[in-house]
C-alpha cells in the first residue's frame, strides 16, 4: 500500500515473529488479485507470500503483535531495477549480440540465461551490502 501524502512510502501490515537483540522479525503476507477470486479454492496458483523482514532497532513489541512495516518508495525502485531491469538488459543485450553473431536461436537463449547466473551469484555474494541500502522501519 502507498501513502498518498507528501513523502513516498510504502506500507505492509505485518505480525512481529520473533524480537531480538536490537532486532524485530516481521512476517509479512502479499495478497496477489488471485486472493479476491471466487475460484482461487480450486486454482493451483498461489494467490499469498509470506515474506520475512528483520528490522534492526530496538522495539517493545511481543511476539504476535500487529505492526505496520514501511519502506521508502525509491528503495522499493531499486530493489525492482536489481531484480527485474537489470537482468532483463543483460538477457536482451546477450541475445541481441549473439544474434548478430549468428549463433543459434536455441543456443542464444541457452547461453544468454547463462549469463545470469553471474549477476545472480554476485548479487547473493553482495546480500549484505545491498540489503544495509533497503532499510525497514516500524510504524510506532
Same mark, same amino acid.
Given at each position: 500500500?502507498?501513502?498518498?501524502?507528501?513523502?513516498?512510502?510504502?506500507?505492509? /501490515?505485518?505480525?512481529?515473529?520473533?524480537?531480538?537483540?536490537?532486532?524485530?522479525?516481521?512476517?509479512?503476507?502479499?495478497?496477489?488479485?488471485?486472493?479476491? #477470486?471466487?475460484?482461487?479454492?480450486? #486454482?493451483?496458483?498461489?494467490?499469498?507470500?509470506?515474506? !520475512?523482514? !528483520?528490522?534492526?532497532?530496538?522495539?517493545?513489541?511481543?511476539?504476535?503483535?500487529?505492526?505496520?512495516?514501511?519502506?521508502?518508495?525509491?528503495?522499493?525502485?531499486?530493489?525492482?531495477?536489481?531484480?527485474?531491469?537489470?537482468?532483463?538488459?543483460?538477457?536482451?543485450?546477450?541475445?541481441?549480440?549473439?544474434?548478430?553473431?549468428?549463433?543459434?536461436?536455441?543456443?542464444?537463449?541457452?547461453?544468454?540465461?547463462?549469463?545470469?547466473?553471474?549477476? =545472480?551469484?554476485?548479487? =547473493?555474494?553482495?546480500?549484505? /551490502?545491498?540489503?544495509?541500502?533497503?532499510?525497514?522501519?516500524?510504524?510506532?
Amino acid at each position: 500500500m502507498l501513502n498518498s501524502g507528501g513523502s513516498q512510502t510504502i506500507y505492509h /501490515r505485518g505480525i512481529v515473529q520473533n524480537t531480538g537483540n536490537n532486532s524485530v522479525q516481521v512476517v509479512i503476507t502479499s495478497d496477489s488479485a488471485c486472493s479476491a #477470486c471466487h475460484a482461487r479454492g480450486a #486454482c493451483g496458483v498461489s494467490g499469498r507470500e509470506y515474506k !520475512e523482514i !528483520e528490522i534492526p532497532g530496538s522495539y517493545s513489541f511481543k511476539k504476535g503483535d500487529e505492526v505496520t512495516v514501511r519502506l521508502n518508495l525509491s528503495s522499493g525502485y531499486s530493489a525492482v531495477i536489481l531484480a527485474y531491469v537489470i537482468p532483463l538488459v543483460i538477457l536482451l543485450v546477450s541475445l541481441i549480440a549473439l544474434n548478430i553473431l549468428n549463433v543459434k536461436e536455441l543456443m542464444a537463449g541457452l547461453i544468454s540465461m547463462a549469463m545470469l547466473a553471474p549477476y =545472480f551469484a554476485v548479487l =547473493f555474494l553482495l546480500r549484505h /551490502r545491498v540489503n544495509k541500502k533497503f532499510i525497514f522501519t516500524i510504524n510506532d
